[in-house]
């Protein structure tokens, strides 16, 4: 399908960032997904797995893999990832599990140390950029 014949979809979580920021969990545009930085925090804004910045990269990859489902796609159809994280020195634990999570689809993908997040206690935020195949 061409992209004028699937329009633009937004998708959302349920977060209370989204209305007072104004964006979407996740936007496909035609055979494009492009997912928002996701954390590891529940629908109150309570930071999930603290300390952990491996447990987080998988929570966020979870969801990721969650709202991709519902836009039509997969994990298989991610080319990119960004990976921000709070200290750098825990880019071999976050680094294996986007490993494991991603195996041999091997995404291009950046991972860089940030100042903050927008709450205490985010170690990591994952974004992702999908192209379906069978579009």
Do not use: N
Request: include cysteine; glycine fraction near 8%.
């Amino acid at each position: 399908m061409s992209s004028k014949s699937r329009p633009r979809a937004t998708f959302a979580s349920g977060s209370r960032w989204e209305p007072v920021i104004g964006y979407s969990r996740a936007v496909r545009a035609g055979c494009h997904i492009f997912v928002s930085g996701t954390t590891a925090t529940d629908t109150e804004g309570r930071v999930l797995a603290p300390g952990d910045a491996g447990a987080q990269a998988e929570e966020c990859l979870r969801r990721i893999e969650a709202v991709l489902l519902e836009a039509g796609s997969s994990l298989a159809d991610v080319v990119r990832t960004r990976i921000y994280v709070a200290d750098i020195d825990a880019w071999e634990a976050v680094g294996e599990v986007h490993r494991k999570v991603f195996g041999e689809i091997r995404p291009a993908a950046t991972m860089v140390e940030i100042s903050r997040f927008i709450m205490p206690g985010i170690l990591v935020e994952i974004e992702v950029d999908a192209v379906v195949a069978e579009c």
